[in-house]
């Protein structure tokens, strides 16, 4: 694989949905199970993010999609980071770090006032990564997520 300035962060294309989903379904399986809130979003990316203002992002590294993210809009400026995934084989070449930026980034050009997320502890890679980003964990409040257990904001 090349170097990280290789990497090009794209716009959501129809013709990228099955990776949106496939890139996701692989980590969820992988330390967790399945939640309705991911059918949601992973099998219909169009009307439950899109269509409400959010943004789905792609990295591609040698002419292929090796990662995804999404903001959802949670309304009043503030987005949420969700479905952020590499795929393993393109692990550790710094692209989720570039495709956490570049979703903070545009927040911030679409006016956002503020970017949370929810993970888990568990997923300590991503924790730092985001950590290394500017997001600081702040109290946890309810979420639809069972597998949940920190929340992290940034403010712009």
Not at 129 to 155: C, E, H, T, W
Request: charged share 30%; net charge negative.
């Amino acid at each position: 694989m090349k170097p990280d300035d290789e990497t090009e962060i794209i716009d959501y294309d129809p013709a990228y949905r099955d990776a949106f989903r496939d890139l996701n379904l692989e980590w969820i399986e992988m330390y967790f199970k399945v939640e309705e809130p991911d059918r949601k979003a992973l099998g219909d990316p169009e009307g439950y993010i899109l269509s409400r203002g959010g943004r789905v992002f792609f990295a591609r590294y040698e002419g292929e999609v090796v990662g995804t993210c999404a903001l959802l809009n949670a309304g009043d400026g503030v987005f949420e980071l969700v479905k952020m995934a590499v795929a393993p084989r393109a692990q550790g070449k710094q692209i989720g770090k570039k495709l956490c930026l570049h979703a903070v980034e545009e927040a911030r050009r679409m006016g956002a006032r503020q970017v949370f997320l929810e993970s888990n502890t568990v997923l300590t890679p991503a924790i730092e990564l985001y950590r290394k980003a500017g997001f600081r964990q702040v109290d946890l409040i309810p979420s639809p997520y069972r597998r949940s257990n920190i929340r992290m904001q940034i403010d712009l």
